[in-house]
C-alpha cells in the first residue's frame, strides 16, 4: 500500500459512511488518492478501475449486508484486485477471499461503525508514516471552516 497511487474503499448500508472516512483520511494525510463508493453500485463504473495496481478495501463485518459485500469482494478479486477487508475477528471466509485483513471486534451491527472507523483511521496513518510525511501537519488542511 505504500507504493499505490490510488485506492478505493467499499462499503454498505451502515458502513458507507465509514468507507467515506477512510478514504478521506486517506487522502487527508497520505496524498493517495482514495475514492468510497457504495458496494452496490460498483458495477456501474469503479469496477472497470479494479486490477492489480488498485488496492481495494471492503468493509465486510457481520451486517446485513455481509453476503453482497462478499459477493462485491469476490468481482474485485475475478479482475486481478488485491483486496484487504475490514472483517470480524475469526471470519475465516472473509479471510480465505482476500489478500489482508484488518480485524475487528464482534458488535451489533447498529454499533458496527464504531469499531470499523479505528482501523481505516490507523491504516491511513501507518500509510503516511511509511511515506515519511508529518501526520501532525497535513499539507493544505484547515483546522477550522468559516461558513461565508
Known amino acids: 500500500l505504500k507504493e499505490a497511487r490510488d485506492m478505493l474503499y467499499l462499503g454498505r448500508g451502515i458502513n458507507m ?23 452496490g453500485e460498483m ?3 469503479p469496477i ?3 486490477d492489480k495496481d488498485m488496492p481495494v478495501l471492503a ?6 449486508w455481509y453476503e453482497k459485500m462478499i459477493s462485491q469482494v ?3 478479486k475475478a479482475r486481478g484486485g488485491s483486496v484487504i477487508a475490514v472483517a470480524t475477528i475469526g471470519d475465516e471466509r472473509v479471510e480465505a477471499l482476500v489478500d489482508r485483513v484488518l480485524w475487528v471486534p464482534d458488535a451489533p ?4 461503525p464504531v469499531v470499523t472507523v479505528i482501523p481505516l483511521q490507523i491504516l491511513a496513518y501507518h ?5 515519511g510525511l508529518d ?7 484547515a483546522k477550522s471552516v468559516t461558513v461565508e
Do not use: F
Not at 17 to 39: F, N, Q, R
Not at 109 to 112: D, T
Not at 127 to 131: Q, V
Open 17 to 39: 459512511p465509514i468507507a467515506y472516512e477512510g478514504a478521506l483520511k486517506m487522502k487527508e494525510i497520505s496524498y493517495m488518492h482514495a475514492e468510497a463508493y457504495p458496494a
Open 48 to 50: 472497470a478501475l479494479v
Open 127 to 131: 500509510i503516511a508514516r511509511l511515506r
Open 74 to 76: 469476490e468481482q474485485a
Open 135 to 141: 501526520v501532525d501537519q497535513p499539507r493544505n488542511l
Open 43 to 45: 458495477k456501474h463504473g
Open 59 to 64: 468493509i465486510c463485518t457481520k451486517d446485513p
Open 109 to 112: 451491527w447498529m454499533l458496527s
